[in-house]
Antibody
Framework: EVQLVQSGAEVKKPGRSLKISCKTS????????IGWVRQVPGKGPEWMGV????????KYSPSFQGRVTISADKSINTAYLQWNSLKASDSAIYYC?????????????????WGQGTKVTVSS | DTQMTQSPSSLSASVGDRVTITCRAS??????LAWYQQKPGKVPKLLIY???SLQPGVPSRFSGSGSGTRFTLTISSLQPEDVATYYC?????????FGQGTKVEMK
C-alpha cells in the first residue's frame, strides 16, 4: 500500500525557519515526482512545486519560487518542504502528494496519493 | 500561466439529481485534467484523471469529459456522501494550477 505520512503540526514565530517532512512507503520513491500543495482554510489548494527524487530535479510555481525549498532524501524515502524565514501569511495546511497517474511522462500526472497534511501556524 | 476557472462556485441539488460542474482552462491543456473531491476537514481525493479516466474505487456515478479548454465533471445521481467541494487541476506543465472549487450542497 502506498502511504505518505507527514510530520506533525508546527507553531512558529515570524522570521523563524521550518522544515516539514513527508515519509513515503509502498512504492519506488526515486521514480515518481512528489509535490507540495498549500491550502489556507476555506480556500482552494495551491500547487507549490514538485521534485523528482531520482535526480532532485525540481519545479516551482512562480508564486512560491524563492520562498520555499523542496528537497528529497532517497535513502529514507522522504521529501521535505522548508522555509528560511516564515511569515504570518505562510499559515496554512501543507500536503505532500505523489504524481502517480495520467501518462507515461512522470511529470504529467495527477496527484493520486496524498499525505494527511501538516498544519503550520505562524504567529508572534 | 494557465488559469483554471470553475463554474458554478456553489450549487444545491437533491438526492438523485444529475449534477454538472464545468472547468475552463485559459489555454489548451489537451486532456491533462484531474478532478478532486474534498470533504470538510479531509484530504483531497482524486476522482478523475486524463479528463475522463475514473480512479479505481471511485463510484461509477462520477464521470468526466472534455479536452482542450473545456471540461465537465458529472455526478449522475447525487448521493448524500457527495456533499463536498470539487476542484479541477491541470497537469500538462508546471505549475499544476487548481480551479477555485465548486461547493456541492444538498437541498
Amino acid at each position: 500500500e502506498v502511504q505518505l505520512v507527514q510530520s506533525g503540526a508546527e507553531v512558529k514565530k515570524p522570521g523563524r525557519s521550518l522544515k516539514i517532512s513527508c515519509k513515503t512507503s509502498g512504492y519506488s520513491f526515486a521514480y515518481y515526482w512528489i509535490g507540495w500543495v498549500r491550502q489556507v482554510p476555506g480556500k482552494g489548494p495551491e500547487w507549490m512545486g514538485v521534485i523528482y527524487p531520482g535526480d532532485s530535479d525540481t519545479k516551482y510555481s512562480p508564486s512560491f519560487q524563492g520562498r520555499v525549498t523542496i528537497s528529497a532524501d532517497k535513502s529514507i524515502n522522504t521529501a521535505y518542504l522548508q522555509w528560511n524565514s516564515l511569515k504570518a501569511s505562510d499559515s496554512a495546511i501543507y500536503y505532500c502528494a505523489r504524481l502517480g497517474v495520467g501518462g507515461w511522462n512522470e511529470l504529467r500526472r495527477a496527484f493520486d496519493v496524498w499525505g494527511q497534511g501538516t498544519k503550520v501556524t505562524v504567529s508572534s | 500561466d494557465t488559469q483554471m476557472t470553475q463554474s458554478p462556485s456553489s450549487l444545491s441539488a437533491s438526492v438523485g439529481d444529475r449534477v454538472t460542474i464545468t472547468c475552463r482552462a485559459s489555454q489548451d491543456i489537451d486532456d491533462y485534467l484531474a478532478w478532486y473531491q474534498q470533504k470538510p476537514g479531509k484530504v483531497p481525493k482524486l476522482l478523475i484523471y486524463g479528463a475522463s479516466s475514473l480512479q479505481p474505487g471511485v463510484p461509477s456515478r462520477f464521470s468526466g469529459s472534455g479536452s482542450g479548454t473545456r471540461f465537465t465533471l458529472t455526478i449522475s445521481s447525487l448521493q448524500p456522501e457527495d456533499v463536498a467541494t470539487y476542484y479541477c487541476q491541470k497537469y500538462n506543465s508546471a505549475p499544476g494550477t487548481f480551479g477555485q472549487g465548486t461547493k456541492v450542497e444538498m437541498k
